[in-house]
């Protein structure tokens, strides 16, 4: 079992108290304090000690300490300048580790590559809550290479990511993910799991990129149609933007010609008098196909 030697009470508060630290809530700062969570996050990762692994929000280092006996390197991103002695400290020790301070959402992709010698292939993280939701969905279109997601995020963020359609929880975030990649595991973790314990409920998400031809376009592939992800993203956020709408009139209201929906619907048999937190992946991927070919049509 991997282990981390900072996941404990005693280790943790002897190490901010060595570099003078104390936890920041601005930043979502909430230290983990469990090796059994470290334990099942390396677990659930499945390191074969191939991996280039990405990690956000290391802050003291606990999970960093396991991944860097797992992984051919860890390159993770701080925003919290007050931590950068210890991770320099880190870094010091573990030749496979290295680091960069800065905002995770506005580092060049391109650094982060030249940091870990090559693109990512696995995020491992315990995210800063405040922006989890959004970094998962960035990394996963912004890298390509990334081939797999573990995640620490707040309980509603990881049931947003795993939602069914017709559930509250289900809605464009969701949809927009699940065109990039699936839920194939998941765990919670109390609060008690951390210094200082925080005020939710967590829990740890995996997510795995599918491969080439895998659903949500396995459907459209196979009728010799091809789409790319972000037209895809561009209709779910239109028919979800006025979500107690049906996804026509959502949808005309935001960026697409009725004539065009209407052959859309036609063609794929959505009826036009859904709503969009009823629609499966697929189907929005469907009717993406679909409205890209009446808009073609109509030029």
Known sequence: MTTSPLANLTATRELLDEFGLATKHRFGQNFLIDNHVIERICELAELTGAERVLEVGPGIGTLTLALVQEAAGVVSIEMDSALEPVLFAHAADHANFTYIMGDALRVPVERIEEAAGGAPTHLISNLPYNVAATIILDFFERMPALERAVVMVQKEVADRIAAQPGSKDYGAYTVKLALRARVTGRFEVPPRCFMPAPHVDSAVVR????????????AAAAGGSDIDPAEVARVVD???AQRRKTIRNSMSANGFAKQAL????EETGIAPTARAETLSVEDFVRLAVALAGAEEGAR
Not at 207 to 218: F, K, T
Not at 262 to 265: H, I, K, S
């Open 207 to 218: 997510l795995d990129r599918y491969a080439p031809g895998e659903a949500p376009y396995a």
């Open 238 to 240: 239109a028919a979800f």
């Open 262 to 265: 209407d052959a859309a619907f």
